[in-house]
């Protein structure tokens, strides 16, 4: 992983809890800044998540699911292994 730009590292805990298990090789500061960037990023997907599944249940519709939350960001840092460039 180069960087922890979102576009780079967004469905790493996606991956991770539907099965992944092979590595993600970065620098010790990419996997601190990827971490800081998945776990807002979860925190918005939940919140988006829950305001979606109020409109959807008055539309009687499926309410739509966060594609990973912080509890699948925590587990997905174990992928990091952290190289020193």
């Known amino acids: 992983l180069s960087h922890a730009h ?19 090789v970065t620098t010790p500061p990419t996997a601190q800044i990827a971490k800081v960037i998945l776990t807002d990023s979860a925190h918005i997907q939940v919140e988006e998540a829950a305001y979606r599944a109020r409109k959807a249940r008055r539309r009687g519709e499926r309410a739509p699911s966060p ?7 925590l587990d997905s840092l174990d992928a990091f292994h952290r190289r020193v460039s």
């Open 67 to 73: 594609l990973y939350d912080v509890g699948d960001v």
């Open 6 to 24: 979102l576009d780079h590292v967004g469905l790493i805990p996606r991956l991770v809890k539907e099965g992944f298990s092979g590595a993600v």
